[in-house]
């Protein structure tokens, strides 16, 4: 096997099997000028999400809604794990050049190591393979536990390392639970991200006297644009925005009061737009869509589309993330 990495920027698709793959590259020396000697990769269903090497020494994002994860405590640990990892790997490359007898030359050491997550079946499978100058070196066989090697002077490291029961034990906690673990997470806030709810929005009222409330709500994320158009322009005056609410479920709500009275806007064309995400909705100022404790539809403080909501006596409430020594 010949470890190549090719990056494909594709949409992330929240199916139903995951992958969270770590790519670790050592080369000893520069072949290039300004080339990393250690550089770390993490894709997440095959999408890059971060990028470090020994030149920056820092942990790059790839992706904007992992900002939100660069702001828990995680994303600390998260780091240390890549410092740590470039420290243990420099040694590598010497060890295996004096292993196949090599004095010169450019070398590269690779390993690939990650987990598959099926969030239906909940099964899942860990990998964890190692190449050296672009060919297999050993591999973790994770049905037994064991390192297997297609190569001959692998065969020491793969003694020692299958006589190191500890450690053994600890990929197959790793891989079992603490790679599902960040794969898991990580996949929360991608999703949080790119989750889309649209509004449901209703035409709100008191009663005849009181202003005409556009009242959007269950939307994520909250971005929201509430206006008021009189026969086709935009109408400002004696129009009330109130600030964004949340809900108990993680929407938000907003809403949009317009004061004229019912004998303006019988004669005139009133519309409240909703713009959320690039879609519009738009409700027509009617005595039929307006929603009211004087209708006999609210009066048992129902909604048409079965949401429960308070009598509009008071109109607006809040609903509601291995190391190894050769």
């Known amino acids: 096997m010949k470890f190549i990495i090719l990056f494909i920027c594709i949409p992330l698709v929240y199916s139903k099997l995951h992958s969270l793959i770590s790519t670790h590259t ?4 520069q072949t290039i000028a300004g080339t990393p000697e250690f550089s770390a990769v993490t894709t997440l269903d095959d999408q890059q999400i971060d990028y470090y090497d020994s ?15 660069a ?5 600390r640990e998260y780091t240390d794990i890549r410092e740590k990892q470039q420290q243990i790997y420099e040694i590598n490359i010497p060890v295996l050049m004096k292993t196949f007898n090599q004095t010169r030359g450019v ?3 690779q390993r690939m190591s990650g987990c598959e997550y099926d969030d239906e079946t909940e099964h899942s499978q860990g990998f964890d393979q190692h190449g050296y100058d672009g060919e297999d070196f050993i591999t973790l066989d994770l049905n037994e536990y064991r390192y297997i090697t297609p190569v001959l002077q692998a065969i020491p490291t793969v003694e020692k ?15 079992d639970h603490n790679c599902v673990y960040w794969l898991k997470e990580l996949l929360k806030f991608w999703k949080e991200a790119n989750r889309i709810i649209a509004p449901e929005v209703f035409l709100l009222q008191k009663d005849p006297f009181s202003p005409v409330v556009c009242h959007a709500t269950g939307f994520y994320p909250s971005g929201v644009t509430l206006s008021w158009f009189r026969n086709g322009e935009e109408y400002l005056e004696d129009v009330d925005l109130e600030e964004l609410l949340p809900n108990e479920d993680g929407t938000f709500q907003k809403t949009s009061s317009l004061r004229v009275s ?3 806007w019988k004669s005139d064309h009133f519309t409240c737009e909703v713009e959320h995400e690039g879609k519009t909705i738009e409700k027509i100022l009617t005595d039929q869509e307006i929603k009211s404790n004087y209708g006999a539809e609210w009066q048992s403080g ?8 308070p009598r509009i006596h008071v109109l607006l409430c809040v609903m509601g993330v291995f190391i190894f020594v050769l």
């Open 55 to 69: 030149n920056i020494k820092n942990l790059i994002l790839k992706q904007d809604w992992m900002k939100e994860f």
């Open 302 to 309: 129902v909604s048409p589309v079965g949401r429960t909501y």
């Open 107 to 109: 070398h590269v050491y």
């Open 161 to 175: 390392w299958n006589n190191d029961r500890a450690q053994l034990e600890f990929l197959r906690y790793y891989y």
């Open 71 to 75: 702001s828990t405590e995680m994303w």
């Open 26 to 29: 050592e080369i000893n020396g």
């Open 262 to 264: 019912p004998d303006e």
